[in-house]
């Protein structure tokens, strides 16, 4: 039995405490994003190569390549679908796109598509038709179509088109066609590119995010959003970097990138797109900015720096500039949005412990001192520690970002790592990390409850030491179930599915009990199995109780509280399972919280389940 008092003495827990961090494994592309046609523009791919061909295919005797246009749409897009139609062909001719691993057929959704054509070499006498937009099974059943009326010209033209299904299909084996009459467009060789069909998306937004995905966030009330990456900032080399002015305007003005986890991104998910969504879900960025490390190891040099701190000002202007009078603000309105987006937090790099040298002797002090001069009301977290043992930086950074992957017993045995920092004015952004492995080391393809449970010990700390920890972000976020370049992840998905991990459900139950002010308890031994954390929703009356139990069997825990309950009883979750529980594509559901009711007194007696995180709810 563990006795619990707790006083109403504490400390605020910030409000940023509990959020997200993005972006690999096609968690955009594929992923957030909702465009559902892979390669719709031939981005960043070598033509007449069969990898440019990527999703596509040809629908009866038409030849399908993808060619460097004479005369792009875009100097950034310079690649194009070309079309070719036998002489004498009558058939139906087409292409089709096999989307993002698959396309979700889904009853009501009115899907809106568009894209770009023309006739390299038009005919002398006009040609007139119509394609045929719809989505069909690999066997060729057609759920929805419309006509898209065009006519030969030398130039390009935008063609728009809305359909609705009327049916759902369980499959997501769904192919997009174009097509049309092959007596039509007989002897003709036509350019396609920048093809594009979404489904309804998150708020509505043109451009935007997938609805289901964004609900599924949502439902954890995330504080943050931390962005571009991860990785996904740095490129594999400083050319590949994630570069925000390559990210924002008209999407044909896009060049998109070869991404950091094996798959070209887009950019259609750009710096604009990222913001609004943040501002539609109600939560506040923490915006990276490119440091002049990457992938490869190789830092930019000392002397090349200037580049990039112009880059990053340039960036946070975007976001935060007045749009009368900065050029990069400009975008930004021109794009819909006036006004300035909130934003507070800076990132400087990415896991820059990979370079530390290059950091501390110009690459931090570089960024920090121009950006901090230009605008000193941000905060700038540094990146260089893999834990609370820090670097030495100059200027002295005032915020950290530190990643851990580890095992069960990492997390458990680590549960007091925060209380034995000094406070002494650094606060501290656990920005990634994970339980990835079991104890005896092997690799997960899910969490698993034993890792979830033993996150949830560790995160007593953050609500704990939030004193010191303004930000907590478990990563990564996303992994599309049919191409997965890291496992595990907190949320894994198909593009008709969504899969909530055991490690979704302890994140979920932190930020939404994680009120306003945490109240100091009685301290535990960090090895200890039961873990707890006491804090409360100041306006609302209500005390949450965390109690977590990461040894297999029952623990009792007594608390003594310094007030009377004003109901006799309370109403708590608990999220619990047995050993090695996973929620996976054939099994979703196998750990999901439940809620139960408990006698409320001034002293509350909790049997914990083995396995479990539990949050009871008292109301003063
Ligand atoms: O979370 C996955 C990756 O791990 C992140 O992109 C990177 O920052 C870290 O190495």
Redesign the pocket.
Known sequence: TFDVTFSTAGHNVPSTLYGL????TYSGDGGLYAELIQNRAFQQVTPGTSAALTAWAALGSAKISVVASSSPVSSALPNALSFAVPSGTTSTVGFTNSGYFGIPVTAGWTYTGSFYYRTPTPPSTKVSGSFTADLRSTSGTVFTSTTVPFTTSSTWQQATFTFTASSTQSAVTNLFALSVGGSTVAGLTMEFTLISLFPPTFNGRKNGFRMDLSETLLDMKPAFFRFP??????GETAADRWAWENTVGDLVDRPGRVG??GYINTDGLGLYEYLQWIEDMDMQPIMAVYAGYSLNGASVASNDMQTYITEAINQINFVIGDASTNAQAAIRSSMGHPDPFTLNYIEIG??DFFSPTTYADYRWADLYNALHAEFPQLHYIATSATSGNVPSLSPAPTYWDL?I?SNPNFFINGAYNFDILSRNGLQFFQ??Y?TTTENSGAALTYPFIDGSIAEAAYMAGFDRNSDIVFAASY???LNHVSSTQ?TPDLITFSPNTVIRSTSYYVQQLYSLYKGDFYLTSTTNTASSPVQWSVTRDTSAGQYFLKVINTATSANTVVFTLPFTPSHTTGTGTILTAASGTQNTPTNPNAAVPSSFSFTAGKTITYNAPGLSLSVLVVTA
């Open positions: 961090m993005i972006l690999i990456g991860g990785n996904n900032l740095e950091d986890w990415n896991e990643h992957y920005g990634e994970a990563a990564p976020l890291w």
